[in-house]
């Protein structure tokens, strides 16, 4: 099973007290910074979640996610 983006807002904006349309924004806006410091060269780590690297080989870019030890723990 999965959840969309809408989804995950609504949860989020419970958990935040957030409106929905506010926790979408917030969610959109953290992809985009992911995104956007990924394509400068730095890694992201997340406290408690984990780390988004990115790998380049053979011409070929991929992102790498290395769970936090924490967060395998609540799984």
Known sequence: MHINTKQLASHVSFLARLTPAQ?????????????????TGNDVHIEGFGLFEKIQSEGACRIR???QKTLGEKL
């Not at 926790?23 to 394509?39: H, K, P, S, W």
């Open 65 to 67: 996610f290395r769970m």
């Open 23 to 39: 926790a979408e924004a917030a969610i959109d806006g953290l992809c985009n910074a992911i995104v956007n410091q990924l394509a």
